[in-house]
């Protein structure tokens, strides 16, 4: 490796008995980064770069926090924000009629 290359730390991953990667990021660390970044919402970067995982690990654990209806998610653009599911920022609630596109 030459100078100018980057460094990459290397992680080791714990296995579980069924040779699957054990979780090592619980769900509340990830809620936790709401807290850590400035503004209602956060992005998969947000969450890999307070975690320490990959954007890959944090796609993941966000979406499934989405899918337990802790978190609502929309597309911007090419770039997906999160936010806690019931937080309005401030702003009242509108009933969405038909054709929405938020998951």
Request: aromatic share 4%.
């Given at each position: 490796?030459?100078?100018k290359?980057?460094?990459?730390?290397?992680?080791?991953r714990?296995?579980?008995?069924?040779g699957r990667?054990?979780?090592?990021?619980?769900?509340?660390?990830?809620?936790?980064?709401f807290?850590?970044?400035?503004?209602?919402?956060?992005?998969?970067?947000?969450?890999?770069?307070?975690?320490?995982?990959s954007?890959?690990?944090?796609?993941?654990?966000?979406?499934g926090?989405?899918?337990?209806?802790?978190?609502?998610?929309?597309e911007?653009?090419r770039?997906?924000v999160?936010?806690?599911?019931?937080?309005?920022g401030?702003?009242?609630?509108?009933e969405?009629?038909?054709?929405?596109?938020d998951?």
């Amino acid at each position: 490796m030459s100078d100018k290359t980057p460094h990459r730390r290397q992680r080791r991953r714990r296995r579980r008995d069924n040779g699957r990667f054990a979780e090592t990021v619980p769900p509340e660390a990830v809620q936790d980064v709401f807290s850590a970044v400035d503004g209602p919402v956060v992005t998969t970067t947000d969450v890999a770069d307070v975690l320490g995982v990959s954007t890959e690990a944090a796609r993941t654990k966000l979406n499934g926090l989405v899918e337990r209806g802790e978190l609502r998610r929309r597309e911007t653009g090419r770039t997906v924000v999160y936010w806690v599911a019931g937080d309005t920022g401030g702003r009242p609630t509108r009933e969405r009629h038909g054709g929405g596109h938020d998951e």
